[in-house]
């Protein structure tokens, strides 16, 4: 029996110090290309000859644009196909799929409306697959925050985060890598939209420091970070509903003030100014929200070294 490929699911599955080795890596090559072009292919090219298949089930700017650039600089390839293209936008299975693209490429990138196409789609491939946002989780947008936020504060274990709004995908990602890598996070949601049980289980079960308070004042107080995210999610349809709930959760310059006076603001984008983030704080100067974006290009090429055994 072959060996199971090295998946990126999420940030869950993995150890403490193979997350540590993604982190360390992606700032060391971010350090080194420094003054490089965009398109600069790395010295040894450790990916050349290796290709990367990304399927979207949902739309994405950050994601896309990371991952192929990613690849570039690391010598591979990228195909790009959006799953209405494909037979498995009119009922080809996700196992076939992912047989059949095992045949092809080198490594599996999916943005998929379903966690379970996600896993299934890892079930049955022979090549790594990497999780590029589910409706569940959204782990390679997480390292790149962490990543973020260590490059202005330091280890994060000595920290306390604070997620406001809609505990979503996104929070889950948190709260797995605030579980694993120390440190506290706060999640102030309201009751209705309050984070994934199984991962606050997984947390308790596992002794991280995740707390959720229904209060945002709470979740930011004397916190070193506050993070937002959409009010709607690309899954969700409830929009009107769920305008309604997070008002009292805008993270606004009287919000901001009850966290630490150093605190980062961060936000995965895309954001609505106005909506969960005031134009003042997404473009103010505890704003770190383009240095978040630009780490998704370093984090992705980390972790496609780790899935592809470039070690
Ligand atoms: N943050 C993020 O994943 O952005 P995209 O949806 O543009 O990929
Ligand atoms: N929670 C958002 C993140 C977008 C990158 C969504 O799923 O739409």
Not at 48 to 73: C, D, H, N, Y
Not at 158 to 183: E, F, P, Q, R
Not at 223 to 237: G, L
């Amino acid at each position: 029996m072959a060996d199971t490929p090295r998946h990126f699911l999420d940030i869950s599955d993995l150890s403490q110090a193979e997350l540590r080795q993604i982190l360390d890596r992606s700032q060391a090559m971010k350090i080194a290309r420094k003054g490089w072009p965009k398109g600069h292919v790395e010295a040894d090219a450790p990916l050349k000859g290796r290709v990367l298949a990304m399927i979207f089930q949902q739309p994405s700017t950050r994601t896309r644009v990371s991952f192929e650039v990613a690849m570039r600089q690391l010598g591979g390839e990228v195909l790009v196909i959006s799953a209405n293209d494909m037979q498995l936008g009119r009922g080809e299975t996700v196992a076939d799929t992912a047989q059949v693209l095992s045949r092809y490429v080198d490594a599996i990138m999916i943005r998929a409306k379903r966690h379970d196409h996600l896993l299934e789609l890892a079930q049955h491939a022979t090549v790594p697959v990497i999780n590029g946002l589910t409706n569940k989780s959204h782990p390679c947008q997480v390292m790149a925050d962490i990543m973020t936020f260590e490059e202005h504060r330091g280890s994060i274990d000595k920290h306390a985060i604070a997620w406001v709004g809609d505990g979503n995908n996104v929070a889950t990602s948190w709260i797995h890598a605030m579980t694993k890598l120390g440190g506290e996070l706060r999640l102030g949601c309201p009751t209705e939209l309050s984070p994934d049980a199984s991962a606050l289980a997984w947390a308790k079960d596992k002794g991280g420091k995740v707390k959720v308070t229904t209060s945002a004042e709470e979740a930011v107080t004397d916190a070193s970070c506050v993070v937002a995210d959409v009010w709607v999610s690309m899954h969700d349809t409830d929009a009107k509903a769920r305008h309604n709930m997070l008002k009292p959760y805008q993270v606004n310059a009287a919000l901001m003030k009850k966290a630490r006076p150093d605190a980062l603001f961060m936000h995965c984008l895309p954001a609505h100014r106005g909506e969960e983030v005031t134009a003042d704080v997404m473009d103010g100067p505890q704003s770190v929200v383009f240095d978040e974006a630009e780490n998704r290009l370093h984090i992705q090429k980390s972790i496609l070294l780790r899935c592809l055994g470039a070690e």
